[in-house]
């Protein structure tokens, strides 16, 4: 069977780690499977190269950051090819564009286009494993691109969708998806399975046990995924199509910090109003996501709307500029907040799992400021400071621990 591993930036952190990833990779070889790794850079690698190009120029051009960023991935391989080598497993080890993942121009935030797999599978028919660097790509005229933090992820799942691979392994430093992140919650339980939809929501929400691109292709080409631990034999967590239904209302909860709140007081109530603020700001390409409007009184009315704590200086910038033609009287940013959400798919059929979620709020005096809800998940915005006493308090309502 074709098998492509992924393994996670704390799983090769140092050599004894490597060690145990080629020792892992090595079993899979000696079962008889045809193996593609994928690897992050080690530890915190892509961090620190972040904070060494801050020292240089705060505002790098995003080209110039990809062509660093890439390195830290390109040493992952490196070493574990030579891991292989060490243990008698023949391997090679191959950047983004050697593997033939090409991908469009957005710096910094790419999206694989096609795959050449010309090389991959003449690596795989000489018996090797083939280790490729994660995260990255290039684009038609051969410029590095890269996929977004977390997006090693994305790069395996592509992988195995184009090979048509049996199974997709990301290994990470958890045993699998939980209830809740474990290192918030300690009373979150691994879960055996949770469907595509389920795990897509809970990555975007963030979760960030997977990037959430990642989930959305697994889905659209049915590829199986297991997230399991590199340090424990463990069984992991299966993600696929439909699971057993279990009796829990909900399959897990998810906190973002990474939001802001922008709220544009004294608007005038009349037509266009929302038209005009929110055409502006997705024609800077500004991702908006809880939007609340106030009832209108004498004329007049207030809108509120969260975007990512990166984009709110733009957004402020550009909603100061065009303060006149969208005429609001003043303007408020929050950025202390953050956002906690619920998620399954059971809540289609089971009434009160907001009012559930609320009242552990309530219980655990944690004032809402902002609610959006959709099918399968609720999502409250609450300060951030208050995020991790709720999520635990919110999934004690839930799992009963
Ligand atoms: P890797 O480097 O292997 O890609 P990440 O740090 O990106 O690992 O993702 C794994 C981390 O995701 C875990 O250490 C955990 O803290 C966090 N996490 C957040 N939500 C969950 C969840 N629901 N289940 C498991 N882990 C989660
Ligand atoms: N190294 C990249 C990051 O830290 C990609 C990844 O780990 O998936 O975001
Ligand atoms: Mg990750």
Request: proline share 4%; glycine share 8%; hydrophobic share 30%.
């Given at each position: 069977m074709l098998i492509v591993q992924k393994f996670g930036g704390s799983s090769v952190a140092d050599a004894e780690r490597i060690r145990r990833v080629a020792g892992i990779i090595a079993k899979t070889y000696q079962d008889g499977n045809d193996i593609v790794v994928v690897l992050s850079a080690q530890g915190d690698t892509t961090d620190d190269l972040i904070a060494k190009a801050e020292l240089i120029?705060?505002?790098?051009?995003k080209r110039e950051m990809d062509m660093l960023l890439s390195t830290g991935e390109q040493i992952s391989v490196a070493l574990c090819a030579m891991a292989l080598e060490a243990l008698g497993t023949p391997a090679v080890s191959l950047t983004g564009w050697q593997a033939g993942v090409q991908t469009t121009r957005q710096y910094g935030n790419s999206r694989i286009r096609?795959?050449?797999?010309e090389r991959i599978y003449a690596e795989l028919d000489r018996k090797r494993v083939v280790i490729v660097c994660g995260f990255q790509g290039s684009t038609t005229n051969g410029d590095i691109t890269t996929l977004g933090r977390g997006g090693s992820d994305t790069s395996a799942v592509a992988l195995a969708a184009k090979l048509k691979a049996g199974l997709c392994q990301i290994y990470t430093d958890v045993e699998g998806v939980y209830t809740a992140d474990p290192r918030i919650v300690p009373a979150a339980h691994k879960l055996n399975e949770i469907t595509y939809d389920e795990m897509l929501e809970l990555a975007s929400l963030?979760?960030?046990?997977?990037?959430n691109r990642s989930v959305e292709m697994a889905r659209k080409y049915g590829v199986k995924l297991e997230v399991l631990s590199s340090f424990t034999k463990q069984p992991g967590t299966i993600v696929k199509e439909r699971v057993k239904v279990e009796e829990?209302?909900?399959s897990g909860l998810a906190k973002d910090s990474n939001i802001s709140r922008i709220a544009l007081v004294?608007?005038?109530?009349?037509?266009g109003v929302a038209f005009r603020i929110f055409r502006m700001l997705a024609a800077k390409n500004i991702n908006v996501d809880i939007i609340l409007q106030s009832i209108g009184r004498e004329n007049s009315k207030d809108i509120s709307f969260t975007v990512a704590k990166s984009d709110y200086e733009i957004a402020v910038a550009a909603l100061n500029e065009e303060k006149d033609e969208i005429g609001f009287q003043s303007l408020d940013v929050s950025t202390t907040l953050a956002k906690v959400s619920i998620v399954g798919a059971g809540m289609i059929n089971s009434s009160g799992v907001a009012s559930m979620m609320f009242e552990a709020l309530y219980e655990a005096h944690v004032n809402i400021h902002m609610i959006s809800t959709s099918e399968i998940k609720v999502s409250v915005l609450i300060d951030e400071v208050n995020a991790d006493a709720a999520m635990n308090a919110i999934h004690k309502k839930f799992f009963r621990d």
């Open positions: 120029n705060k505002k790098a051009s096609e795959i050449n797999t963030g979760a960030k046990v997977l990037h829990t209302k909900i004294g608007l005038r109530d009349e037509p």
